[in-house]
C-alpha cells in the first residue's frame, strides 16, 4: 500500500487505504476522489464510494460497521479486512474459469478483463436502478450520520474538553482543599482547646498571685494616696491663702489710688469754685457699702444651717447628743441574736427532714426493682419452654417466604404492567410536547437566524457606505487642497499686486486647472520676485511635454483665444476709420460693430460691394455665428467630411449565427424567490425544455470522457463510456450538429481548469450555454444576416393544427435522439429544480408552431453566483447571443477623435441627436422576481429535511402536518448554499447592488418599442400570482411576435414577386429591342471636357455649355447645401483628396503650435510684469528705509548732555548754559534737516534710474511683438483655409486645381517700413540684362549694391537717432509708435491713450484678404511644341491658320456668359464667411493689444506717481519727526533734567523707550516681611522658641526621646510665661502670647493633664503638644479631610519606586509643595490687618502658612519618629516578654504551693471579702482575663499544675527584614508620622475616619462609604494604635504588660480571624463603633490619641493676661469636662 500500517484501527479509520485495496483488485474506479485526510466529512465521503463496492462483491455492510471502523474499534477495520480478502479469493477463482464457464442466468454481471497484464478479476456491472440507488446512498448516509459522531458535538467537545479536565481537576483540588482545610480546623481546634485549657490554669495561678499581690499593693497605694491627699490639700490651703493675700493687696493698692485720685479731683473742683456737701458723699458711700455686703449675705445663711460649736469639744458633745444610747444598742443587739439563733435552729430541723425523706426514697427504689427482676425470670422460663425445634421454623418460614414471594410477584407484576401503562402514555404526551417544544424552538432560532442574516446584509451595506463615504471624503480632501491652493495662490497675487480682486486671466487658468484636478501651480517665493526686478523674456519658450499644468494651461488659452472668451473678450466699440484701399487713399475702414453677427455681416456686404460679381445677388451676407465668433460652417463640414473619409470607422460586426426560435426569456431573481420552480411550470405549460448548467457541465464532462457517477440527473452515465461518447459526437456531425463537438471541446476545457484548480470565468459560462442552445436547435441556424437586418425564418408559422408534419417531424427527431440520451433531456417533470438556487437563469424557448424544440439555460448555484451577475457578465452574455456592445465600452473611433480637435479651427454645425431605440437583442423578456431581503432569508432558512421520508417541508410555509406525530425532533436543516460562492447575505448584497447597472442596460432592449425588455414580478406572493402574471405576458408576447412574422413573411412575399415581375420585363425587353444596351434613361450632369483639350491661355467651357434645356439651366441656379459637401469629398480623386488631408494638418499644425507658444510667451509676459513691477516697487521701498546718519547724531549729542549735566549739574540752571544748549539742539536740528534732504534726493535719483530703465518700454515693445506675430499667425491661417476651400472646389467641379496663390507678405508694423514690394517680373530682369553689355552691368550692379548699403545704413542711423530722442514727456519716437496720448480737445474729457502702430498692423493683416472673382477655369499647363528652326535670312511666315488675336477677337461675337455654377458660388460663400472669421479676429487682437498696452503703461505710471508721492511724504515725516525730537530735547533743556530713556529716530518714526534706560537705576528697598503679633496665637518666633526648649529637655532625657514628663512640661510652661517670679525688673523678655503672660499655675496644669489621659503615664508626646500649640487659635484650623486627600494625592505620585504607602520620606522642597495649609478666603491677611503693626514703613506680607509648613518639618525633623514594621515588632517582642514572665511566676507558684494547701487556699481565698484592688481586673489582658475564667470554671489544682507544666510558649517574634530601629535621615521628614498626627479629629470617631481614609489604602472607598471601608487589619492596627508616628507609652503593671495590644491581640479582641495573617482579615470603621471595641480604645488609650486636645476651653481668645481659674469645683469640671469630651463617642 501507499502507507505503511502501523495501527490497523488508526490507519483503516478513514477508508482510504481500504479502497486503495479495492483499486488494486480493480473493483474502485472512482479512488482518485478519495481524500486521506482525518475529517470527518472526508471519512464519510469515502465510506459512502465504498459501500456500493464492498455490496457488489458481496460483502455485507451497513452504517453501524462503518461507523465502528471510523470510530477506531478493535477489531472493526480487521473483521473488513478478512472479508475483502475472501471476497478477493473468489474474485480471482472465477476469473480462472472465466474461459470454460458461461454466465450465469441468474447472475446479471458483466465480465470486463482489465489490465495491462492480460490477468486480473472480475468486475460485474449492474443494472443501475436509479432511484433505488439514490434511496439506498441516501439511508447509509442518514444511518451514518445518525450512527455516526455528531461533528458539532464533536467539535463542542473537543473544545469543552480541556474546560472539563480543568473542572474535574478544580474539583479534585477543592476537595483535597476542604479536606485541608477540615483537618486544619479540626488540629486549630485541638490546639485552641489545649491553648485555652493552659490559659485557664495560668489564669488560675495568676489569680492567686494577683489577689495577694493586690492586697500589698491597695495598702501601700491607700497610704500613698492619703499622704498625697494631706499634701495636696496643704498645698491647696497655702495656695488658696496666697490667693487671698494677694486678692487683698491688689484690693487695698486699688482703693487706695481710688481715694487719691478722689481727693485729687475734688481738690480740683474746688479751685475751680465748685463745692459739693460732704456729707451727702459720705451718705452715698455708706449706701454703696450696704449694696456690697448684701451681696455676701449668702455666707451668712451658710453659717446659720451649720452647728453652732465654739470649739471641738462642743462640737463633739452636739454629735453624741443626737446618736442613741447604750441601752439602746445593747437592746438592739440581744434581738439581733436572737434571731440568729431561731434561723440556725429552723435550718437544723429543715435538714433533718431533708434526709428521712431521702432514705424513704431509697427503700422504695430497691423493692421495685426486686419486683421488675423476678417478673423478668419469669417470662425466660416460659419462653425455654414454648420453642420450636429448628426444623420447624425452617419450614415454617420457607412457607411463610413462598406465599410472600407469590403475593410480591404478582403485586409487582401489576404494578409494573401499569407502570408501563402510565410510562407510554406519559412518554407519549412528552414527546409531544417536547415536539412541540422543539417547533417552537425552531421557530425561535428561524427568526433569530433571520435578523442575525439581516444584520449581516445591513453590515455589509454599511461597509459599502463606508467606503463610499472614504471615497468621498478623499475627493473632498482633493477639492479642499486644490481650493486652498487657490486661496493661497490669490493670497500671493494680491501680495504681489495690492489689488484684493484676482485678474480675470489668472481666474479663469487657475479655474481650468481646477475642473482638471490639478493644482495651482506653486509661485515663487516673495523674497524672489523682491530681487527679480527687471525680468523680461524676449523669446517665446518651447512648452514642456512633461509639465501637465502647462499643457492644460495651454489647451484652455487656446480655447479661450479662438472662442473669443476670457481675456480676448472684445470690450470695446470700434471707431469710424477713414475710407479703405478700394480708392487707393488710404487703408480700408473698420467697420463700426457692436456684435461679432454685426461685424461678420458688415464685413460681407463690405466684400460683395467691392466684387461686383454677378453673382452677387446668389451670396447672402448673413455669416453663421456660434457664441462670440463667426463661423465658417463649410469648412467645418469640408474638414469633417475630409476625416470621415480618411478615416473610416470599421463595420459593425454581424450578430453570430443563432437559432431562429420565437421566444426567449431570462429570469432572475435573488436565491430563494422561485426562479426553479417558475421556470418549471412555465416549461410544462408551453412545452419548453429546461437545461440545468449543472446538467450543461455534467454533459460536457461525459463528452469529454469524464463520467461523474454521483449524478443524480437523467443522463445515464453508462452510456458514456469513450466509445459510445465517440459515436454520438460523430452521429451528430453527421446530422448536422456540429455543437455538439464543440460541447465536446468546452468539457475538455472545463477538465484542465479542474485539473488546474481554476475557477470557471463568466465567458466559458456563457460559451457552454450558447454552444448547448445551438446544438438543441441545429436545424434553426441560419446564416448571419446583415448588421442592423431583420431574421426572417424561411419555414412559415403555422398553428399546431394546420402544420401537423412539421410538429411530427420535430417530435421523431428529437426521439431519433432518445437512442442516445442526449444530454440535459429528460421526462417532464425531472426539469424542476429546487427554488433559489441561482441568481439568474436565462430561458431561450420555441413554441410548438414553429416547429423548434423550447429550452430553458439557468445557472446554479452550486457552481456560480448567479448569471448574469452584472453589468459586466450581462454584456458579455449579449454579445455573445446579438453582437451587442454596450456604447461605453465601444472605443471612440480614430475620426471622432480628429474632428473634435479640427471643431476648435473649424467648427460644424450642431448635430441632432439622434431618438432612442429600442435594440431587440438576443433573447426577449428579462423577468426579475422582486423579494424582499427579509422575506429571502425566511425561505432559505426555514427550509428543514425529514430524513426518514426524504421529505423537505418549510416551518412556515410548508409544516409537516402532524396528527400525534412525532416529527420536529429529526428535521434537519437543509442547507443548499454549501457551496456557493459566498453567504448567502453576501449574494443577496450582490445581487442587489448590481440591478441599478442592469436595468439601466436593460433600458436598451425591447422586443417591442413600446415594450421593455425588463419584466418585474413581485415574487412575495403565491406561486401561481406569480406563474399567471407571466404567463399573461408571455401569452402577449407570443402573439405580437406571431404576427409581426406574419407581416414580415408577406413582405417578403410581395418583395419576391415585384423582383420576378421586374426581372420578366427585363427579360421581354432584351428579347424584343436590339442595341447595345446603353439606353439608359437616367440623366446626369455632363461632365467637364477633359484637360487635355483645353488649349494654353484659351478659356476652358463652362459645365453648362452642354444644358440644352431651361430646367436644367434654372436646376444649376439652386444653392448647394451643407449635407452635399460629404457626397462631393467621395467623389474626389485620390490626388485631390490627400492633398487636401495634407493641406489641413499642415494647417492645423502650423497655426496650433504657434498659438500655443505665443499664449505661452504670453503668460510669461504677464508674469514677468507682475513680478517685475512688485521688485521694482520692493527695490524702491527698501531703498527708502536704508538706514542713514541721523541716530549716530543724535545718540552723540545726548551723551553729551547727560555728561554735561552729571559733570556740571549747578550750570544746568543758568539762562546762558540754557541759551548754548539750545543753540547745539538748532544746531543738531539744522544736520538731521540736511540728512534728511539728501535722503530725498537720494530717492529722486533712484526714481530717475528705475524711469531710465526703459524696462516698462520694453515690456511694451514685447507684448506689441506678441500682436505682431499672433496677427501673422491669423493671416498664414486664413491664407491656408482660403486655399484649401479652393482646392476643394476646384477639384469637386472636376475642372482640376487652380494654381497656388502666393503667402501673404510679413507682416512688419513695429519698426516703420514699409512692406517689401513683390519682386519685378523675372523676364523683365533677363531681357534687360541681355540688353546690357555683361562687363557694364556687372560694375553697375556692384556700385549699386554699394550705394544702397551705404544709403540703407545711413538711413538706418539717422532712424535709430531720430527714435532714440525722448520727447517731451521723456517717450522715444518708437514709444510714441506704440502708445501715446490722444490730442486733447477743448471742452472734451482728457483724452486716452491710442496705438498708431496698430493700424499700420491692421492695415497689412487685411491686405491679404481674397478677393471675390467669376469664375475662369484653371489654366493646364500644356507641354509646347519645339520652335521651328529659322531660316538663313528672313523670318519664318506665320501659319495660314493663325491669325491675330485682334483679328480672333473681331471675328468672333462673345456669347452670353452662362450661369455660374452653384460649387463655384458655394465657394465664394465660403470665402466670405473666412474673411468675416479673419475680420473678428484681427479686431480681437486689436482689442487685447490696445488694453494690453494700456494696462502695462497705466500700471507702470501708477507706480511712478505713487513712489514720488512716497519720497514726498517720507521727506515730510522725517522733518516732522526731527522736529519733535529737538521738541523733547529743549523741553529736557528747559526742565533741567537728564534724558534717562532711550531715543530713537529711525527713518521717519520718533521713538522714546521709557523701559529701555540710558543708565541702570538704583533698586527700590523692599522692607522685610514681619509678622504681626495677635495676642491670642503663637507667633513663628515663639514657636521657634518652644521648639528649641522642648528639644534640649528631650535630649536631657535621653537620645531620641519624643515624650517630656509632666513636671517637666509644667516647669517650662511656668518658666516661659514668667508666673512665679513677681519682681518685674529682673523678668526675662516672655515668648508667649500676649494672653499667656502672666498665667496662673493651676491653667498650666490643667494643660499639662489635658495632654496625660488616662491611663496617666506622667508623659507629654512633644510633637502633639507642638502642634496644638501652632494650630492655637488660627483662622484656617487643623487641616480638613479634603485637603489631606489632596496632600495624600500629591504625594502617592512622589513615592519612590518600591515604596508602600505611607512608609517613606520627603525632603524640604517636596514638603513646601504640599497643599497642606491653603489661605484661599485670606484669613491671614485679615488677621494681620486687625493687628497691624506700628512700623515706619509698612512691612511686606508674610506668608504663615509657608513659614508654619517649614516649621512643621522642623518639628518633625527634630522628633523623628521610629519604623512602623519594626515597633509592631517591639509591640509583639514586649509581649512576648510579659506572657513568657507569668508563665515562668506560674511555674515557680505551682512549685511553691502543695496539692492539700491549693483546696485549703482556695476556699480561704473565696470566704475573702473582695479587695479593693480587684477594681483594676478589667485593665488586665486577655490572657488574665482567659485564666481566670478558666480557674472560675471549675478546674481544679491538679488540672493547673498540669496544665501549667504542659505550658509551651509560642516561639518569640522574629525582627522584621529591611526594617530598622533607627529613624529616617535628618533631612527627611515621614510621611506617616506628618499625617498622623494631621488625621487627629474633633472626637475619636472623626479621628478614626480619617485616619482610615488618609493612611490606609484604598483612600476611594472612605468617601463613598466611610463605614463600609475595609482596610486591611495590619493597616488599621497601625492607624488605630498610631505606629510609626508615635511613641509606644510605657507598660503601667508590674509585670511589664504592654499598654497596647500587638496585631494578633488586637484581632483576638475585636474577633477576627487573623490565622491566615493579613491577607484575608479586614475590619471597617463600623466595625469599631461596638462596646467590646470601645474598652479596647479606652483600655489602650487609643481614644485619647486619635482626637484633639481642646485648649481652646483653657486659653480662649479673650483671655484676659494674669486671669485665673474661678475655684477648685470649676477647675474639676473643667478637666472632667476636657477628659470627657475628648473621649467622648457615639457608642450605646
Known amino acids: 500500500l501507499s502507507t505503511n500500517v502501523v495501527d490497523f484501527e488508526k490507519d483503516f479509520a478513514n477508508g482510504f487505504l481500504i479502497g486503495e485495496i479495492l483499486h488494486k483488485f480493480r473493483q474502485q474506479d472512482d479512488f482518485d476522489l478519495f481524500e486521506n485526510k482525518g475529517s470527518y466529512e472526508a471519512k464519510l465521503a469515502n465510506f459512502k464510494r465504498l459501500e456500493p463496492t464492498l455490496k457488489a462483491i458481496g460483502i455485507k455492510f451497513n452504517a453501524a460497521q462503518s461507523n465502528a471502523i471510523m470510530c477506531g474499534e478493535r477489531g472493526a477495520a480487521l473483521r473488513l479486512l478478512y472479508q475483502l480478502k475472501m471476497a478477493a479469493e473468489r474474485l480471482l477463482l472465477a476469473c480462472e474459469a472465466s474461459g470454460s464457464q458461461e454466465m450465469g442466468a441468474k447472475s446479471m454481471q458483466a465480465q470486463v478483463a482489465l489490465g495491462a497484464a492480460g490477468g486480473g478479476v472480475t468486475r460485474g456491472i449492474r443494472i443501475s436502478r436509479e432511484k433505488f440507488d439514490t434511496h439506498e446512498r441516501r439511508f447509509f448516509e442518514h444511518r451514518l450520520r445518525a450512527t455516526g459522531m455528531n461533528v458539532k458535538q464533536a467539535r463542542l467537545d473537543k473544545v469543552t474538553h480541556g474546560y472539563e479536565l480543568e473542572r474535574h481537576r478544580q474539583e479534585l483540588a477543592a476537595l483535597d482543599a476542604e479536606s485541608n482545610q477540615e483537618a486544619h480546623c479540626n488540629d486549630k481546634r485541638d490546639i485552641h482547646r489545649y491553648q485555652m485549657l493552659e490559659k485557664m490554669q495560668q489564669s488560675r495561678a495568676a489569680k492567686f498571685e494577683w489577689n495577694a499581690r493586690a492586697s500589698q499593693h491597695w495598702e501601700r497605694n491607700m497610704q500613698v494616696r492619703a499622704i498625697q491627699k494631706g499634701q495636696e490639700m496643704g498645698f491647696k490651703r497655702f495656695v488658696q491663702q496666697k490667693r487671698q493675700d494677694g486678692l487683698n493687696s491688689t484690693r487695698m493698692v486699688a482703693t487706695s489710688e481710688v481715694r487719691d485720685g478722689i481727693k485729687t479731683f475734688e481738690s480740683s473742683l474746688a479751685s475751680l469754685g465748685i463745692t459739693r456737701d460732704q456729707e451727702a458723699r459720705h451718705t452715698g458711700g455708706s449706701n454703696s457699702s450696704d449694696e456690697s455686703e448684701g451681696s455676701e449675705n449668702h455666707v451668712d445663711r451658710l453659717l446659720a444651717t451649720t452647728t453652732p460649736a465654739a470649739n471641738a469639744r462642743e462640737l463633739v458633745e452636739a454629735l453624741q447628743s443626737r446618736m442613741p444610747s447604750g441601752q439602746e444598742l445593747e437592746q438592739e443587739a440581744g434581738l439581733f441574736l436572737r434571731k440568729i439563733k431561731e434561723s440556725k435552729h429552723a435550718s437544723s430541723i429543715a435538714r433533718k427532714e431533708r434526709e428521712r425523706r431521702r432514705r424513704r426514697v431509697l427503700v422504695d427504689m430497691q423493692s421495685e426493682q426486686e419486683a421488675l427482676e423476678e417478673a423478668k425470670l419469669e417470662e425466660v422460663l416460659l419462653e425455654k419452654l414454648n420453642r420450636e425445634s429448628t426444623e420447624e421454623k425452617k419450614i415454617s418460614y420457607s412457607i411463610w417466604r413462598t406465599k410472600k414471594y407469590e403475593d410480591v410477584i404478582v403485586k409487582n407484576r401489576q404494578l409494573r404492567q401499569e407502570e408501563y401503562t402510565h410510562r407510554r402514555k406519559a412518554d407519549q404526551v412528552e414527546a409531544l410536547r417536547r415536539d412541540d417544544d422543539l417547533r417552537i424552538e425552531e421557530l425561535e432560532v428561524l427568526q433569530e437566524a433571520q435578523e442575525r442574516e439581516g444584520y449581516r446584509y445591513r453590515a455589509i451595506e454599511r461597509g459599502r457606505q463606508s467606503e463610499r463615504r472614504a471615497s468621498l471624503s478623499e475627493e473632498c480632501e482633493g477639492i479642499l487642497e486644490l481650493i486652498s491652493g487657490m486661496a493661497l495662490a490669490a493670497l ?888 501715446r496720448r490722444a490730442e486733447a480737445v477743448e471742452g472734451a474729457p482728457p483724452p486716452g491713450w491710442e496705438c498708431p502702430f496698430l493700424e499700420d498692423l491692421m492695415s497689412q493683416a487685411r491686405s491679404a484678404y481674397w478677393r471675390l472673382s467669376e469664375y475662369s477655369p484653371p489654366v493646364v499647363w500644356v507641354k509646347p511644341e519645339p520652335e521651328l528652326k529659322p531660316k538663313a535670312k528672313g523670318r519664318s511666315s506665320p501659319p495660314p491658320d493663325k491669325k491675330s488675336k485682334k483679328d480672333q477677337v473681331e471675328e468672333e461675337v462673345a456669347p452670353p456668359p452662362p450661369p455660374t455654377d452653384p460649387l463655384y458660388v458655394d465657394l465664394q460663400q465660403a470665402l466670405l464667411a473666412e474673411r468675416a472669421t479673419y475680420a473678428h479676429r484681427l479686431e480681437v487682437l486689436r482689442d487685447w493689444a490696445e488694453r494690453t498696452l494700456i494696462e502695462a503703461n497705466e500700471a507702470m505710471e501708477t507706480s511712478i506717481v505713487r513712489f514720488r508721492d512716497w519720497v514726498l511724504l517720507r521727506r515730510q515725516k522725517e522733518l516732522d519727526a526731527v522736529a519733535g525730537l529737538i521738541d523733547v530735547i529743549k523741553e529736557h533743556i528747559e526742565s533741567e533734567s537728564l534724558i534717562e530713556a532711550h531715543l530713537t529716530l529711525a527713518g521717519c518714526q520718533l521713538h522714546l523707550h521709557p523701559n529701555v534706560l540710558l543708565k541702570a537705576p538704583q533698586p527700590p528697598e523692599e522692607p522685610p516681611p514681619v509678622e504681626v503679633e495677635v495676642p491670642f496665637r503663637w507667633s513663628m518666633a515663639q514657636l521657634d522658641n518652644l521648639l528649641e526648649v522642648m528639644a534640649d529637655c528631650a535630649r536631657v532625657q535621653g537620645p531620641g526621646s519624643r515624650v517630656l514628663s509632666v513636671q517637666t512640661m509644667l516647669a517650662v510652661l511656668t518658666r516661659l510665661t514668667q508666673a512665679s517670679n513677681g519682681d518685674f525688673d529682673v523678668r526675662e523678655q516672655a515668648c508667649v502670647p500676649a494672653c499667656w503672660r502672666p498665667c496662673d499655675v493651676e491653667r498650666l496644669q490643667n494643660l499639662c493633664c489635658l495632654f496625660d489621659p488616662s491611663p496617666r503615664s506622667g508623659l507629654i508626646d512633644c510633637v502633639e503638644f507642638l502642634l496644638h500649640m501652632a494650630f492655637l487659635h488660627n483662622p484656617s484650623g487643623w487641616p480638613s479631610l479634603e485637603i489631606l486627600m489632596d496632600v495624600r494625592q500629591h504625594l502617592e505620585t512622589q513615592a519612590p519606586s518600591g515604596a508602600r504607602w505611607p512608609d517613606f520620606g520627603i525632603n524640604e522642597e517636596q514638603l513646601e509643595q504640599l497643599p497642606l495649609f491653603p489661605d484661599k478666603d485670606g484669613v491671614e491677611a485679615t488677621l494681620a490687618a486687625k493687628f497691624k503693626p506700628q512700623t515706619a514703613t509698612e512691612p511686606a506680607r508674610f506668608d504663615r502658612p509657608r513659614a508654619l509648613l517649614q516649621w512643621v518639618g522642623r518639628v518633625l525633623r527634630t522628633f523623628p519618629a521610629s519604623n512602623r514594621q519594626w515597633q509592631a515588632y517591639e509591640l509583639e517582642a514586649a509581649w512576648w516578654d510579659h506572657e513568657a514572665l507569668l508563665v515562668a511566676d506560674r511555674e515557680r507558684e505551682a512549685e511553691r504551693i502543695g496539692p492539700d494547701e491549693e483546696e485549703n487556699e482556695g476556699e480561704s481565698r473565696m470566704e475573702t471579702p473582695l479587695h479593693p484592688g480587684d477594681s483594676m481586673a478589667p485593665l488586665m489582658g486577655s490572657s488574665l482575663a482567659e485564666l481566670e475564667i478558666g480557674v472560675g470554671a471549675g478546674g481544679s489544682a491538679g488540672s493547673d499544675r498540669e496544665s501549667i507544666a504542659k505550658a509551651v510558649l509560642p516561639p518569640r517574634p522574629k525582627a522584621p527584614e529591611g526594617a530598622s530601629a533607627a529613624p529616617l535621615d535628618g533631612s527627611l521628614v515621614s510621611v506617616r508620622q506628618l499625617l498622623s498626627y494631621l488625621c487627629q479629629g474633633t472626637s475619636t470617631e472623626d479621628g478614626l475616619r480619617r485616619a482610615v481614609a488618609v493612611l490606609c489604602p484604598p483612600p476611594e472607598g472612605y468617601l463613598e462609604s466611610p463605614d463600609d471601608c475595609q482596610p486591611p487589619v495590619s493597616e488599621l492596627h497601625a492607624a488605630v494604635l498610631q505606629l510609626g508616628a508615635r511613641p509606644t507609652p510605657p507598660p503601667l503593671s508590674g509585670d511589664g504588660r504592654p499598654l497596647q495590644p500587638s496585631l494578633p491581640r488586637f484581632c483576638d479582641e475585636l474577633g477576627v480571624d487573623f490565622s491566615d495573617g493579613d491577607a484575608h482579615a479586614a475590619l471597617s470603621v463600623a466595625d469599631l463603633q461596638t462596646p467590646r471595641a470601645h474598652r479596647l480604645l479606652l483600655s489602650c488609650g487609643a481614644g485619647r490619641r486619635l482626637c484633639r486636645v481642646e485648649v481652646e476651653k483653657l486659653f480662649p481668645q479673650n483671655l484676659k493676661p494674669g486671669a485665673r481659674l474661678a475655684t477648685e469645683a470649676d477647675d474639676l469640671q473643667i478637666q472632667e469636662g476636657t477628659i470627657s469630651n475628648s473621649l467622648g463617642m457615639s457608642w450605646a
Open 492 to 1379: 500671493h497675487q494680491e501680495q504681489l499686486t495690492d489689488e484684493r480682486e484676482v485678474d480675470e486671466t489668472s481666474w479663469r487658468q487657475w479655474c481650468q486647472l481646477f475642473v482638471e484636478n490639478e493644482p495651482v501651480p506653486e509661485a515663487q517665493p516673495l523674497s524672489v520676485s523682491a530681487a527679480s526686478t527687471y525680468p523680461l523674456t524676449a523669446v517665446p519658450t518651447e512648452i514642456d511635454s512633461e509639465d501637465v499644468q502647462g499643457l492644460l494651461l495651454s489647451d484652455a488659452s487656446l480655447r479661450d483665444y479662438l472662442q473669443a472668451e476670457g481675456q480676448w473678450e472684445v470690450r470695446r466699440k470700434a471707431d469710424a476709420e477713414p475710407a479703405g484701399e478700394a480708392d487707393g487713399e488710404g487703408p480700408p475702414p473698420v467697420v463700426t460693430a457692436s456684435s461679432p453677427a454685426e461685424l461678420a455681416a458688415s464685413e460681407a456686404a463690405k466684400a460683395i460691394e467691392e466684387a461686383q460679381v454677378t453673382f452677387a445677388d446668389r451670396l447672402y451676407q448673413d455669416v453663421d455665428v456660434v457664441g462670440k465668433r463667426p463661423v465658417n460652417y463649410r469648412l467645418g463640414v469640408l474638414v469633417s467630411a475630409l476625416l470621415d473619409h480618411k478615416f473610416a470607422k470599421p463595420p459593425p460586426s454581424r450578430p453570430p449565427a443563432m437559432p431562429d426560435v420565437p421566444l426567449r426569456l431570462a429570469i432572475t431573481g435573488k436565491p430563494f424567490a422561485g426562479k426553479r420552480t417558475l421556470a418549471a411550470r412555465l416549461a410544462e405549460g408551453y412545452n419548453l425544455q429546461v437545461v440545468d448548467m449543472d446538467e450543461v457541465i455534467r454533459e460536457c464532462c461525459h463528452l469529454s470522457k469524464r463520467p461523474d457517477i454521483a449524478s443524480a440527473g437523467p443522463i445515464d452515465v453508462l452510456s458514456f463510456h469513450a466509445d459510445v461518447t465517440e459515436d454520438h459526437v460523430r452521429r451528430s456531425d453527421e446530422a448536422g450538429n456540429p455543437y455538439v463537438r464543440q460541447l465536446q471541446d468546452l468539457g475538455y476545457e472545463v477538465q484542465e481548469r479542474l485539473k488546474r484548480g481554476e475557477a470557471m470565468d463568466d465567458e466559458l459560462y456563457v460559451r457552454l450555454a450558447v454552444a448547448k442552445i445551438r446544438s438543441m436547435f441545429p436545424d434553426r441556424i441560419a446564416a448571419p444576416a446583415a448588421p442592423g437586418a431583420p431574421v426572417v425564418s424561411e419555414e412559415p408559422v403555422a398553428d399546431p393544427e394546420e402544420a401537423p408534419e412539421t410538429r411530427t417531424a420535430a417530435a421523431s427527431e428529437a426521439e431519433g435522439m432518445e437512442g442516445t440520451e442526449a444530454p440535459g433531456e429528460g421526462t417532464e417533470g425531472e426539469g424542476s429544480v429546487d427554488e433559489g438556487a441561482a441568481e439568474g437563469t436565462e430561458l431561450e424557448s420555441a413554441s410548438s408552431e414553429g416547429g423548434g424544440v423550447p429550452t430553458l439555460s439557468h445557472a446554479s448555484d452550486e457552481d456560480i453566483v448567479g448569471f448574469p451577475q452584472n453589468l459586466e457578465q450581462f454584456s458579455m452574455f449579449e454579445r455573445f447571443l446579438s453582437a451587442w456592445i454596450a456604447p461605453e465600452a465601444t472605443p471612440t473611433p480614430e475620426s471622432e477623435v480628429l474632428k473634435i480637435k479640427a471643431g476648435l479651427l473649424a467648427p460644424r454645425p450642431p448635430e441632432e441627436q439622434m431618438a432612442f431605440e429600442q435594440v431587440s437583442g438576443g433573447y426577449d423578456l428579462h423577468v426579475r422576481l422582486d423579494l424582499s431581503t427579509h422575506e429571502a432569508f425566511r425561505r432559505a432558512l426555514g427550509q428543514r429535511l425529514d430524513p426518514a421520508t426524504s421529505l423537505e417541508y418549510h416551518l412556515e410555509d410548508h409544516p409537516p402536518c402532524k396528527k400525534h406525530q412525532i416529527i420536529y425532533e429529526r428535521l434537519l436543516p437543509v442547507d443548499k448554499a454549501t457551496n456557493a460562492l459566498g453567504t448567502l447575505a453576501q449574494r443577496m448584497y450582490t445581487f442587489d447592488t448590481a440591478q441599478p447597472e442592469m436595468e439601466i442596460a436593460l433600458a436598451n432592449f425591447g422586443p417591442f418599442p413600446e415594450m421593455p425588455r425588463l419584466l418585474c414580478i413581485d415574487a412575495e406572493k403565491s406561486a401561481d400570482s406569480v406563474h399567471d402574471a407571466l404567463e399573461e405576458q408571455v401569452a402577449i408576447l407570443l402573439e405580437r411576435k406571431q404576427a409581426q412574422r406574419q407581416s414580415l413573411r408577406a413582405e417578403a412575399e410581395e418583395a419576391a414577386e415585384a423582383e420576378a415581375a421586374e426581372a420578366e420585363g427585363a427579360q421581354e425587353e432584351e428579347d424584343g429591342i436590339p442595341g447595345d444596351g446603353d439606353g439608359d434613361a437616367k440623366t446626369a450632369m455632363p461632365e467637364p471636357p477633359p484637360a487635355e483639350a483645353v488649349d494654353k491661355g484659351s478659356k476652358a467651357p463652362t459645365p453648362t455649355q452642354d444644358a440644352t434645356s431651361e430646367s436644367e439651366a434654372l436646376a444649376l441656379l439652386e444653392p448647394l447645401q451643407l449635407t452635399d459637401l460629404p457626397k462631393l469629398v467621395d467623389k474626389l480623386e485620390d490626388q485631390v483628396f490627400d492633398l487636401l488631408i495634407c493641406e489641413w494638418q499642415e494647417l492645423q499644425e502650423e497655426f496650433t503650435s504657434s498659438v500655443r507658444r505665443l499664449l505661452n510667451w504670453n503668460r510669461q509676459r504677464q508674469s514677468d510684469f507682475t513680478v517685475g513691477l512688485y521688485g521694482v516697487q520692493m527695490s524702491f521701498l527698501q531703498f527708502l528705509q536704508r538706514p542713514d546718519k541721523k541716530q549716530d547724531l543724535v545718540d552723540a549729542f545726548v551723551r553729551r548732555l547727560n555728561s554735561f549735566s552729571e559733570e556740571y549739574r549747578e550750570m544746568r540752571k543758568q539762562d546762558s548754559t540754557k541759551d548754548e544748549l539750545h543753540q547745539q539742539a538748532d544746531d543738531l536740528h539744522e544736520q538731521l534737516r540736511q540728512q534728511v534732504e539728501q535722503n530725498r534726493e537720494a530717492a529722486q535719483s533712484f526714481l530717475d534710474a528705475i524711469e531710465g530703465s526703459q524696462w516698462v518700454e520694453g515690456q511694451i515693445e514685447l507684448a506689441a511683438s506678441q500682436v505682431q506675430h499672433m496677427v501673422q499667425t491669423e493671416a498664414r491661417r486664413y491664407h491656408a483655409a482660403c486655399q484649401l476651400l479652393s482646392d476643394f472646389y476646384y477639384g469637386a467641379l472636376g475642372q482640376g486645381l487652380p494654381q497656388a496663390k502666393p503667402a501673404p507678405p510679413k507682416i512688419e508694423a513695429l519698426s516703420g517700413e514699409e512692406p517689401k514690394d513683390e519682386p519685378a517680373d523675372p523676364k523683365g530682369k533677363a531681357k534687360g540684362k541681355e540688353d546690357d553689355p555683361k562687363a557694364k552691368a556687372k560694375a553697375k550692379a556692384e556700385e549699386e549694391a554699394k550705394a544702397k548699403a551705404k544709403a540703407k545704413a545711413k538711413a538706418k542711423a539717422a532712424k535709430e537717432e531720430e527714435e532714440a530722442k525722448p520727447d517731451d514727456n521723456g517717450r522715444s519716437a518708437r514709444m510714441q509708435r506704440l502708445l
